[in-house]
């Protein structure tokens, strides 16, 4: 796996720096009578109701400040969807939060073109600090949510959860410094909101490169799961996602009429034969334990249905279970198309973006976020959650310090289950409550360990 300084990673594109100055957030809007009957069964209140009262004062507290926050963070959430900002782009997003923790007397460090770190706690010289990370970008799709906080940005939408990334690690940053001016021992914390998560090989690099993990001795994030209910987190010990990379083949070859095939080098069979040929070979040359999975997304090849094109096009996505099978997936990926393009005389063009390797779960950094879930959320909080065959670049974090990450249920209790990377999606906003007191909470733990 290659470390932040790898000359095999791509630079980073220049970005104007974020603009600094206050940012206005509004108030939680009401929903619109369409969407009244939806807004009546998502309720914005307490993500506990129902559960025993915590016997640690210090639970109880910060149960208590995360409460006096929860309004603001919706809103905040609510604006930054309502705004989103595709990779490295993230301008508008981190001075809304950069804003908001100034307010908060908090230094937050801007990362060179989008993104933050700030620091917060015990400022002891050499105290390693827990870090807490939100990744900040929107996806490049159109918002179908239909709610009065939609995008208002043209082809960008928060389909994976991000903009309640941001805000849970922003609660869990202002709770905790509410705790602090309240007399709690706070340990050193970092709170870390990335750019760029959403392309390979991911923003995480960019943090590692400006420094933002120096003096972390553990990390911890969550994402947003809508197959989980509200509430509850998913969590797992090992790898809980996998190695995704993108890949690309192009072919090139003597196109020619329809009538005469024999004449052409056939770029549009031959792309046929990829398509279905290629994935099948890898579940053959790689340990079918590991989980090896090529996916085509989009094939693009000629413009007449009796013409044969000289140039065709299929990109898709290698995604591994296993760290040993993605380090080796590259090298019979490339024989394989080369094998099954050769005898239909075309040139093959082959690019394999390495993108990030499988996030794995420390056991004791994952048992302490377990221990939070329990301690804010109630005993039967917490649930085991499968490994899943998405990428997620927080992996890059755990190759230089100890850490975990949890699934956030967003989904309303007997609600529809809605999916990431949809323009559809719409979580259960007490969601936002929930993060800000898993995180919180975990950093409390791990700082006083």
Not at 72 to 91: I, M, N, Q, S, Y
Not at 243 to 272: I, M, N, Q
Request: proline share 9%; with cysteine.
């Amino acid at each position: 796996m290659p470390p932040a300084s790898d000359p095999s990673v791509p630079p980073v594109p220049p970005v104007p720096p974020v603009p600094p100055g206050p940012v206005v957030v509004p108030a939680v809007p009401g929903p619109p009578a369409d969407t009244a009957a939806w807004a009546a069964s998502h309720p914005v209140g307490p993500v506990r109701d129902g559960a025993d009262a915590p016997t640690d004062p210090t639970v109880a507290l910060l149960l208590k400040v995360v409460d006096e926050l929860r309004d603001e963070l919706v809103a905040v959430r609510r604006d930054l969807h309502a705004h989103p900002e595709t990779a490295r782009l993230e301008e508008r997003t981190t001075a809304v939060v950069a804003a908001r923790l100034r307010t908060a007397g908090l230094r937050p460090r801007l990362l060179p073109g989008s993104g933050l770190v700030c620091d917060l706690g015990d400022t002891t010289p050499g105290t390693r600090r827990v870090a807490l990370r939100a990744d900040l970008d929107a996806l490049p799709l159109p918002d179908q949510c239909g709610l009065p906080w939609a995008s208002t940005s043209r082809g960008a939408a928060h389909a994976c959860g991000h903009d309640v990334h941001a805000a849970v690690v922003l609660g869990a940053g202002l709770a905790l410094a509410r705790l602090a001016e309240l007399g709690r021992p706070v340990g050193g914390v970092r709170l870390v909101l990335q750019p760029a998560e959403e392309v390979q090989p991911g923003g995480s690099l960019d943090v590692l490169a400006a420094g933002g993990l120096d003096g972390v001795g553990q990390i911890f994030a969550v994402h947003c799961d809508p197959k989980l209910d509200v509430g509850h987190v998913g969590t797992r010990i090992g790898p809980i996602t996998s190695a995704s990379d993108e890949v690309t083949v192009s072919l090139s070859g003597r196109g020619g009429h329809t009538s005469r095939p024999h004449l052409t080098e056939d770029v549009v069979y031959a792309l046929g034969q990829v398509i279905t040929q290629v994935p099948a070979i890898l579940g053959r040359r790689l340990d079918p334990r590991s989980g090896v999975n090529l996916t085509w997304g989009a094939v693009q090849a000629g413009s007449a249905n009796n013409a044969i094109p000289s140039h065709g096009v299929v990109r898709g996505t290698l995604r591994c279970l296993d760290v040993r099978a993605w380090e080796r997936a590259s090298e019979v990926f490339g024989e394989a198309v080369t094998q099954v393009a050769t005898p239909y005389g075309v040139e093959v063009e082959l690019h394999h973006q390495r993108g990030v390797p499988p996030v794995e779960n420390h056991a004791r950094s994952t048992g302490l976020l377990e221990a939070a879930a329990r301690d804010v959320l109630g005993p039967a909080a917490v649930e085991l959650t499968e490994q899943s065959l998405g990428g997620e670049d927080f992996a890059w974090y755990l190759t230089k310090v100890p850490g975990a990450m949890a699934r956030l249920g967003t989904r309303t209790p007997g609600g529809r289950t809605f999916d990431i990377h949809q323009g559809d999606l719409r979580v259960d906003e007490r969601a936002v409550e929930a993060g800000t007191l898993l995180l919180a909470r975990v950093a409390l733990l791990a700082s006083a360990a």
